[in-house]
């Protein structure tokens, strides 16, 4: 009798166990997502593609942010307690830390919980300079902070980077309160402290990790690097140390959808909601989309231009992705694409066509720019996900200016064609082709990406439109590093280039024609002293109606001169599930993890 | 049998010594700079006359391909230039993938083009035979890259049959669940061509006296093929797989990309374009070493599949 009683109390505690809450098992909520190019690691001073700096968006915290829902963008403090005022005319700032802000664990730590310290942002800014690190952002801490360059050129010439070392400009005022002291105004370096890669990281992690930074990310942010197969799976699990944030919603526009459900998804809830997050990179376009469609991932970020016909004919979602429920967010990306023209006299020890600022050289390459069939390229190359750009300030940064318009850039082959007569571009041996003034035969070399498909079509374009008006230009393929190498040391008489918002300031972009820059990001060579100094006075001004109208006569002095044919903004589509929550895309962040939830119900009945 | 295994070894080595000077001279002179890459955005000269410093690219030639043969011989190729990974575990771990895809696909389609070939050259001539070599020659003419579009949008995506793309920690899952296609969709390429080659080696081996003769002795066709001309066959047909061998240790670009299959197929492509030198050099120069093994492999295999042959 007593065998039987056993067994039956037995089946009813594991019953009751089964069906009590604490019983069942918790669901975790998991987004899966594509990257389009593989990462190349997770040490924030030494990465600087989108991917990587992506992730490390979510392992690191830097001192400040961006509001998720504010447009145009908004700075907020993250780690700061506040967003500084700019001291001394715009050459000091000092951050206070909030106090108890926690590194995840690590082995590093010795079992012990470790706080964030001003002394971590000291350190994390001076790795960008240790020439030991290579890093890609050395530059935004170059002539810049008072000392840093001397200790910079110390450690070239000694081989050593002495990171105990005080650095007159990094000034540790306690354990919270850094103050940094710059060599010139800077009303930008709030923005560049708000950069994911400028986050304070733990000496005594870099040192224990020092083979291998990139593979051992320990932050203070909301997830942590659970598992990384190289080039092919990260994965992200929310950090038990974490604070947690809530979502403020002082910024948001109740007449925006996006906002509307951000708020209906997010408001009163300690972020961040999912537990983990899964990204393939995944390099392939059509892999990517059918991944998607597939469910295989529950949002498609940068949707493959070689679909958009399939996913949004006519600019509309798909009836089949419709009836699904996904959503579509359009974005014009803070970006810029142009062709550069070498102003300097010769090119690869050759005369250059297109150098110079004589008036003749002038009025070729405006009729080249006039030229050009940029519709075409919009509408056929791009699938009409583009907007033809006005100016070198892309939409989405301080001092874009929407009314701005310009003909300058418009395809119009017949004021091309004039241009090119009226200053004695003449076909003079009857062979088809455009003489130059002094008789001799007018040639433009065009270097382009030989890797890339897409710059192949437009080279191909250009050939095209030059052919149109009478110019013989000649498309060279070449390696991306050559390329590279070739436009910094003037090797080259026309090339296409790119650039995308490191923070959302018009001067990331207008510092791309100012003649200092020559032969760094400056690929043009382009010297002009009205540029120049109009680009120094926008420097040492607040962000104001004052500095757009500077930033305004600076893209029509470009305009005027022809540095640059300037290209499109190209618009991005970002597809969700109807259980992705919480979705808004930011325009300088990279990824929004921490803002994302998932609705496992609606997951659950979508999947049966 | 020792002699000409030792003597084949021995001359590997001028062999290797080529391979290296034709690396070395390659990369410096047609390779770009991977300081441009690695310096980033914006950048100023000392700061790529430090990464290549760091780099050890501004060295002498002399030195750096002293350096160079050092790293061949202890095995040792440093960290990669564009993600500071240790080489050798990029090839540790990027091999596993690759030969989970590879292998099968090298010995499936040995198998299937053998068979099918076998049979075809038996029947040659007949509307059969004929009807596969025109499908042959069309499938040889489709590229690898529609091969793949089509079939992983097809069985992937549309029937459902496997996920689109993917791979795992979990060797089990990669061969039942992420291997499938593009195995598949490989073999599907590789066979035709290989059919048509086999094919031919059969057809040359029917043709034979010897043939005709076990023919005329009344040995049944059965064993005449299977015995005879299978046997005799396989020589040109283990060279044939040992030219294919080493690139299975490669693997294959495109099914690697197309399927995310974290294998050396893709490593390669992306050290070429980064220009990541410790990377290029590692796999060339283990693919070159690989290749002479495996010739050596193949000539004494030779003189298992046919006792006629003799090391000389």
Known sequence: MKRPAVLLAACLAWAIAAASPAGAAVERKVLRMAFRTAEAGFDPQRVDDRYSVGVCENLYEPLLTYDYLARPVRLVPLVAESVPAPEEGGTRYTFRLRPGILFADDPAFKGNRRELTAHDVDFAIKRFRDPANRSPYAWLFESKIAGLDALAEAARRTGRFDYDARVPGIEVRDRYTVSFKLLEPDYNFLYVMAMPNVVPVAREVIEAYADDTNAHPVGTGPFVLKEWVRRSKIVLERNPLHRGYELDARWADPADAWDRAALEALRGKRLPLLDRVEIDPIEDEQPRFLAFLNREHDLLDEMPFAFIHQALPNGKLAPALARQGVRVFREEQPEVTYDVF??????????????????????????????????????????????????????????????????????????????????????????????????????????????????????????????????????????????????????????????????????????????????????????????????????????????????REMSRLMLAWAPFRLGVHRIFSHLQYPWVKGYKKHPILYTNFKYLDVDLVAQKAAAQ | MTAYVIRRLWQMIPTLAGVILLIFFLFNWVGGDPAQVLAGKISNPEQIANIRKQLGVDQPYWYQLWVFVQQVFTFDFGRSWATNEEVSRILLTRVGPTLTIMVPVLVLETLLAVVFAIMVAYVRGSLTDRTIMV??????????????????????????????????????????????????????????????????????????????????????????????????????????????????????????????????????????????????????????????????????????????VSFK
């Open chain 1, 342 to 551: 070498n102003l300097n006299d010769t090119a690869s020890g050759r005369p250059n066509p297109v150098g110079g600022y004589a008036p003749a050289r002038v009025a070729l390459r405006r009729a080249m720019v006039l030229g050009y069939d940029r519709d075409r390229e919009i509408a056929v190359l791009r699938k009409g996900q583009a907007v033809a750009a006005q100016t070198p300030v892309p939409p989405g940064v301080v001092g874009y200016d929407a009314a701005f318009r310009t003909a300058a850039q418009d395809h119009d082959p017949a004021r091309a064609k004039a241009l090119l007569d009226l200053f004695g571009y003449v076909d003079r041996d009857g062979d088809g082709w455009r003489e130059q003034p002094d008789g001799s035969p007018l040639l433009v070399e065009y270097k382009y990406n030989a890797g890339s498909q897409e710059n192949r079509q437009l080279a191909e374009l250009w050939s095209k439109s030059m052919a149109d008006v009478g110019i013989r230009l000649e498309a060279m393929a070449v390696q991306f590093v050559d390329l590279l190498k070739d436009k910094k040391v003037g090797k080259f008489v026309l090339a296409g280039s790119a650039w995308i918002a490191d923070y959302p300031d018009a001067q990331n972009f207008l510092q791309l024609l100012y003649g200092p820059n020559a032969g760094q990001s400056n690929e043009s060579g382009f010297r002009l002293a009205a540029y120049d100094s109009l680009y120094r006075r926008a420097l040492a001004l607040p962000d104001g109606p004052e500095r757009n109208a500077l930033y």
């Open chain 2, 135 to 308: 499908i042959c020659t069309t499938a040889m003419s489709i590229s690898f890259l529609v091969y793949i579009i089509v079939g992983q949008w097809f069985f992937g995506f549309i029937l459902g049959w496997f996920p689109v793309q993917g791979w795992s920690e979990s060797t089990l899952r990669n061969v039942l669940n992420y291997a499938p296609l593009p195995i598949f969709l490989a073999i599907l390429v590789g066979l035709a061509p290989q059919l048509r080659l086999y094919r031919s080696f059969f057809l040359e081996e029917i043709n034979q006296d010897y043939v005709r003769t076990a023919r005329a002795k009344g040995l049944p066709e059965k064993k005449v093929m299977l015995k005879h001309v299978l046997r005799n066959a396989l020589i040109p047909i283990l060279t044939n797989v040992g030219i294919h061998l080493p690139s299975v240790f490669v693997g294959s670009f495109l099914l690697e990309v197309f399927f995310s299959i974290p294998g050396l197929g893709r490593e390669i492509v992306t050290a070429v374009n980064r220009s990541d030198f410790p990377v290029i050099k590692a796999v060339t120069v283990y693919l070159a070493m690989l290749t002479m093994f495996v010739n050596l492999l193949v000539d004494v295999l030779y003189k298992a599949v046919d006792p006629r």
